[in-house]
């Protein structure tokens, strides 16, 4: 069993659906949470922190869930622009970052 | 702000060669990250650096991987010699001492072994 595990997707949805997408970790343990999104062949940028009680950005809003060890993203409004791979980003203990494998999205006009 | 660099954008070589991947942090940025992805996996932690010091090196593949930060700056990965299956992204991300986890990342550089 993979330590980070998102849906891969992909996730075809039309211009301005609210779209949401899961991520669970295995470790009990892990510290810290955060999405992180990729656009084709670029870096990872960081988009969100994760906290239990929600963390929302405009049209994003993230959540946590430690009793059932899953992490959330919810977007709102999607836009063409919010095409691309969501990272699921987990600290464990120390300085080890776990990745998910990344959900892709694909909005529509 | 210069935002994290990583030199070269792509390298092509041959199984048994020799390459080295630089990376230069923000300026500031006191922790130092390398990480891969292959081809289809998810991106995968190789090692942390905070300054010079080499925190946690335990996702490094095995001892052909070489990674130093001399002088607490800039960092190079040697892989030493390459194999096929060492081809992938290498990224390098930076942290501030203080917000370790918001990792500011290089654009990656493109190894082949072929």
């Known amino acids: 069993r993979k330590e980070v595990e998102q849906d891969p997707g992909p996730f075809n949805v039309p211009e301005g659906a609210t779209v949401a997408f899961n991520c669970t970790y295995s470790?009990?343990?892990?510290?810290?949470f955060f999405w992180y999104r990729q656009d084709c062949r670029k870096e990872p940028k960081l988009l969100m922190s994760?906290?239990?009680s929600g963390n929302e950005d405009g049209r994003f809003t993230a959540q946590l869930n430690r009793a059932s060890q899953y992490i959330s993203l919810l977007i709102r409004d999607s836009k063409l622009s919010d095409s691309a791979t969501y990272l699921c980003?987990?600290?464990?203990?120390?300085?080890?970052?776990?990745f998910g494998a990344g959900t892709r999205l694909f909005v529509k006009a | 702000e210069a935002g994290v660099t990583q030199f070269p954008s792509h390298s092509v070589i041959e199984k048994g060669q020799t390459v080295t991947l630089r990376c230069d942090p923000i300026?500031?940025?006191?922790?130092l990250y390398w990480y891969r992805r292959v081809m289809g996996k998810e991106i995968k932690f190789l090692l942390h650096?905070?300054?010079?010091?080499?925190?946690?090196e335990s996702g490094m593949p095995n001892n052909r991987f070489l990674a130093e930060r001399t002088g607490g700056t800039y960092s190079t990965l040697k892989v030493q010699p390459a194999e096929l299956e060492d081809s992938g992204v290498y990224f390098c991300?930076?942290?501030?001492?203080?917000?370790?986890?918001?990792?500011?990342f290089g654009s990656g550089t493109q190894l082949s072994v072929l």
């Open positions: 991300a930076s942290s501030q001492f203080g917000a370790r986890e918001k990792l500011f």
């Open positions: 470790n009990s343990a892990s510290q810290s």
């Open positions: 994760v906290y239990s």
């Open positions: 980003v987990v600290f464990t203990g120390g300085f080890k970052t776990i």
């Open positions: 300026s500031g940025h006191d922790n």
């Open positions: 650096f905070v300054k010079e010091s080499k925190q946690d």
